[in-house]
């Protein structure tokens, strides 16, 4: 169940990065309510599988996935660059944090 928590935590953290985007675009209190629900979720979440995963490990594994996914967003949303260079790192991101799944058991 921490690595649900762990994923789930860097979903919100996505959606948490999205909203900001959303606030410079459109200052309303729902979007600024919907950016801090989402990031107020990814930290407990991230508190609760942090319960039984290592700290580095779960920070990393939060980080990746926030960082890559705010990216995609980025090029999913927002038009901003799909280059393969970019791409590229954001698996070698990715890859990152699945190797550290693997090594934390």
Do not use: D
């Not at 935590?9 to 200052?27: D, W």
């Amino acid at each position: 169940m921490n690595w649900t928590f762990l994923i789930l935590a860097g979903v919100f953290e996505m959606f948490g990065v999205l909203m900001i985007n959303k606030l410079h675009q459109e200052r309303s209190i729902k979007a600024f309510l919907l950016m801090a629900g989402g990031f107020v979720l990814s930290f407990v979440l991230l508190s609760l599988a942090m319960e039984t995963l290592p700290m580095g490990t779960a920070y990393a594994v939060w980080t990746g996935i926030g960082a890559s996914g705010g990216a995609i967003l980025g090029m999913v949303f927002y038009g901003e660059s799909r280059s393969l260079l970019r791409l590229a790192c954001i698996a070698l991101v990715l890859g990152s944090a699945v190797g550290l799944k693997l090594v934390s058991g």
